[in-house]
């Protein structure tokens, strides 16, 4: 609240009453935490006398004790804001700052504590100064007015002498500050003026983390030309990364600190048996339990695990600073989840699954294929009473009565191939059949055409052995997506990697498809192939299959290590069909230039190159010197790149183009300084030369041939 005589004249308002003003504009949320305040500061004697706010960099623990001041100023009161950074972490010290921050005299003492009427006092940053945790506590809030309420915000919890007291387990509260929700999250892009359009993208990038939202809202805004919501990547955008992996990482002790840092990032969850394995024996304990106490880390039942923004800004930052690290780091994780595959049974079989698909979350390819928000939140469930309602009713809702009757027949055969998926609460909502056709009967095969024809897909291309199995994913079903990525077909990715890893005599694995081009990218990253020949049609539907052969490619094992480097980004087959060439892309230019202006970030990603369209089009398509995949994309941008040099003309475009994507420089600042241009001048040539590499692939795209 701005002082009497700023608000009878508003010329004798300063530029920090402003600066309060769009403050207060621009806070969203926190509700709860403000009426949680705001009824203490109604009480006579406060249900609490010390509010403790604890939370990761970044996540608005100063923006909230604004919020917070301005409240007690509605209330008449004058609260007293300190940074605790700013002062020595002593208690002469602190009164000090105290006694100048009330207007009185540095001697003032503990009196400045409670000058002025009811004291409200706020702490930031309290992390500096955990030195004083015991004074305060013990001392100096004592002997403060029963009425008073303090304030205390820093980036770890109370220490444990907070909860041993008893008193203190009444007067104290604790809150862990949490990011925004999305509506919340919404409103401030909204405020800030951002597209609409892009407001689900900027939500993915950032989890509602408030200084994640504000540094993505400044480039936004530097950008009047707008940016694409598939363009927006925070690997792509430094002036985000810096400052959030600054905030995640201050105070690492040491670089093994680092590692194991950057370990829990890629983990799905970290225990002090994966750091050993992955670490070495001597620090795993040491490790783990200074990881349980990080401030943006969680502790679950399956171990400990650092919030979303954080790992992914730890991990896409490692990847970048060090990809040959990152990547040995990778697979020294991987090796552990697969021998856990390997070893165990039951629930813990189960989650060795889910953590080794969790490893696949950070290759661009896969993003689009599962439902990254719910992994390991359903679960896979046997038949109970009731369930065999609920699944012909799905399956009738998306494929029609025919194919419920088909799914009723095998329910009456085959029960025990059911898995139904539940989540919270424990009623389906989705269901897979997962059945064995080397043992369907002549009555099978009459009433179901897949089953006809998958066998006989399997007898005509290489027939089974004696003993050997033949297994199908006939129904694929979640109650309200179907077929689409979502948690049910989270878990038949789980169930189907199940059987291909239990069953050392799997033949051939088929699995259906209602819209064969839906399910082709999560095919083709799986290494299945299209079927046609074992097409299937029911009720005027024709289902659409794709298949594997686990008789070649040395079977599960062989096929664990191919996906280990589709993990790191190796190119998965693209051919449509067994044998057949890849079809071509035919990418719109507008497609087709930032697609290119992705592959010049991606340079030196293999990862983000072989997830780039560029890899499907004319102009890598028509190479003729034998190579494929990321390193001929990589070639083909080089080259590009390389050609603007042949021309004294366009020698400045190549100099800004080289220094920033084939040989970079740490940052475009950098790059300026050693071109010795000045950053304006330097930004002009390198945009000028990403549109001569664009339009000269354009020109190669439209008329190139291919070999």
Not at 491 to 520: C, H, K, N
Not at 686 to 691: A, M, Q, S
Request: with cysteine.
């Amino acid at each position: 609240m701005a002082a009497p005589e700023a608000q009878a004249n508003p010329e004798a308002r300063t530029v920090a009453d402003r600066l309060r003003g769009a403050r207060r504009r621009r806070f969203v949320g926190r509700a709860a935490e403000l009426e949680l305040f705001r009824d203490a500061l109604e009480a006579g004697e406060p249900p609490f006398c010390v509010l403790f706010v604890h939370g990761p960099g970044g996540v608005g623990k100063t923006a909230l004790l604004d919020a917070l001041g301005a409240a007690a100023e509605e209330a008449g009161l004058q609260p007293v804001r300190l940074d605790l950074r700013a002062i020595e972490p002593s208690p002469p010290a602190f009164l000090a700052a105290l006694a100048a921050a009330r207007g009185l005299p540095e001697d003032a003492g503990a009196a400045a504590a409670a000058a002025g009427g009811r004291p409200v006092l706020l702490l930031d940053t309290f992390e500096a100064a955990v030195g004083l945790e015991d004074w305060l506590r013990e001392e100096l809030v004592p002997e403060l007015p029963a009425g008073a309420l303090v304030v205390i915000a820093g980036r770890v919890p109370p220490g444990p002498a907070w909860r041993r007291d008893p008193g203190w387990a009444e007067l104290l509260r604790v809150l862990s500050l949490r990011n925004l929700g999305p509506e919340d999250a919404r409103a401030y892009l909204t405020g800030a003026g951002v597209d609409p359009g892009l407001h689900a993208r900027v939500l993915e990038l950032t989890h509602g983390h408030p200084l994640a939202l504000t540094l993505l809202v400044d480039v936004l805004a530097q950008r009047p030309g707008g940016l694409d919501a598939g363009a927006l990547e925070l690997g792509a955008v430094p002036d985000v990364l810096r400052p959030l992996l600054a905030g995640f990482t201050a105070g690492v002790p040491s670089a093994r600190h680092r590692l194991a840092l950057e370990l829990s990032a890629q983990a799905r969850y970290t225990t002090e048996d994966l750091l050993r394995a992955v670490l070495g024996e001597d620090e795993a304990g040491e490790l783990f339990a200074w990881l349980r106490d990080v401030s943006f880390v969680e502790a679950a039942p399956e171990g400990l695990l650092p919030h979303d923004l954080a790992r992914e800004v730890i991990d896409a930052e490692a990847r970048w600073r060090d990809p040959v690290v990152h990547e040995d780091l990778h697979r020294r994780i991987r090796r552990h989840v697969v021998a856990r595959i390997w070893a165990t049974h039951g629930r813990e079989h189960e989650r060795a699954i889910t953590d080794l698909l969790f490893l696949h979350r950070t290759n661009p390819a896969t993003r689009a294929l599962w439902d990254w928000d719910s992994l390991g939140t359903v679960y896979a469930d046997r038949m109970r009473e009731g369930d065999r309602g609920a699944i012909l009713a799905m399956t009738e809702r998306h494929e029609g009565a025919e194919s419920a009757a088909i799914a009723a027949h095998w329910l009456e055969r085959r029960p025990d191939r059911f898995w139904v998926f539940r989540g919270v609460g424990g009623e389906p909502f989705g269901y897979t059949a997962t059945l064995e056709l080397h043992r369907a009967e002549p009555e099978d095969l009459e009433r179901d055409p897949a089953a006809a024809a998958l066998l006989a897909h399997a007898q005509r291309h290489r027939a089974p052995r004696p003993g050997e199995d033949v297994l199908v994913a006939r129904f694929n079903i979640d109650r309200d997506a179907y077929q689409s990525p979502s948690p049910s077909f989270n878990v038949v990715t789980m169930l189907s990697l199940q059987e291909w890893v239990a069953r050392p005599r799997l033949s051939w694995f088929y699995i259906a498809w209602a819209d064969a081009e839906a399910g082709a990218p999560m095919m083709r990253y799986i290494d299945f192939q299209r079927a046609p020949d074992a097409d299937f049609v029911v009720g005027g539907r024709r289902y659409e299959v794709y298949a594997r052969d686990w008789s070649r490619g040395g079977g599960a094992e062989g096929w664990l290590d191919m996906m280990a480097e589709r993990e790191l980004g190796a190119q998965p087959a693209t051919g449509s069909r067994p044998g057949g060439p890849a079809p071509l892309l035919a990418l719109s230019q507008p497609d087709f230039a930032e697609a290119v202006r992705r592959a010049l970030r991606g340079l030196h990603r293999p990862a983000e190159l072989a997830a780039n369209p560029l890899l499907r089009t004319r102009v890598v398509a028509g190479r003729s010197d034998g190579t494929t995949g990321p390193e001929a994309l990589a070639a083909v941008v080089r080259e590009a790149v390389a050609a603007l040099a042949e021309d004294p003309r366009d020698e400045k475009l190549f100099r800004a183009l080289d220094c920033t994507y084939v040989r970079p420089a740490p940052t475009q600042e950098r790059a300026a300084e050693l071109l010795g241009l000045p950053f304006s001048t330097y930004r002009g040539h390198l945009t000028r030369g990403i549109e001569r590499v664009v339009d000269a692939l354009w020109e190669r795209e439209l008329y190139a041939p291919v070999r």
